[in-house]
């Protein structure tokens, strides 16, 4: 097993810097780079220890901190959180981390991926639209994005969704991969019969799918090695 070393570092984000929790291999060798993007409940363990998986395949991990220290175990204070974002910042704060990860000596190739789940997959896929950094996005369960904006998309796009997420109807995900299609933008987008919303999250046993969130990890991993080159 590949050991890695995780610690709390800080990056520069236009006028102000950005807390993020970086994983890494210890090998000295080069790494594709992965900015993950944390759900509403903030940079939590769960956050920290998917960042850990990922670097025990072989990448270098950077989840910023898009609440500057705070988050929530309680759904009514996240979603206080959540609607407090300012998305453009925290779009930006995304975009800075994913430079910090290019400016490393040791991350190959020079665009990195992003992938977030639930608040962060929405905001992986505004970050695809808005930066020249990305070169592949995995969103779980996040909100598809407008087709203007989809239009702005120049990176390979995957998509994991649940069945029984109320949240994002399945004719929401049939006019995004339209539009994803129309803007000729290389996608792939998967639905698992009798999942819901925040499938993935096996701290929250009330959504947890082990079944869909296994697959879902194998096709995140296999798109990121595939795409980032």
């Known amino acids: ?109 020079r665009k990195v991926g992003t992938v977030g789940w639930c608040m962060g997959g929405g905001l992986a896929l505004s970050t695809a639209a808005s930066s020249k950094l990305v070169g592949a996005t995995v969103s779980f369960y996040g909100r598809p994005l407008s087709e203007e904006d989809t239009a702005r998309i120049a990176s390979p796009v995957l998509g994991l969704y649940g069945e029984e997420d109320h949240g994002i109807p399945l004719s929401a995900l049939r006019d995004f991969e339209a539009a994803l299609q129309k803007a000729r933008v290389v996608h792939e987008m998967h639905v698992y019969p009798g999942a819901g919303h925040a499938f993935f999250n096996d701290t929250r046993p009330e959504a947890y799918n082990p079944s869909a969130a296994t697959d879902a990890w194998k096709r995140m991993i296999s798109w990121f090695r595939a795409n980032l080159v």
């Open 1 to 109: 097993m590949v050991e890695v070393r995780a610690r709390m570092i800080e990056f520069k984000s236009n006028s102000h810097t950005t807390p993020g929790y970086l994983t890494e291999p210890t090998d000295d060798g080069e790494h594709p780079g992965l900015v993950i993007i944390q759900e509403w409940w903030g940079l939590v363990p769960h956050i920290k220890d998917v960042a850990e998986r990922l670097a025990r395949e072989g990448f270098i991990v950077l989840a910023p901190d898009l609440y500057h220290g705070k988050a929530s175990k309680e759904p009514d204070e996240a979603r206080k959180l959540a609607m407090s974002l300012d998305r453009d910042r925290a779009v930006a704060e995304i975009d800075a981390a994913a430079r910090f990860l290019t400016e490393m000596d040791r991350v190959r190739p």
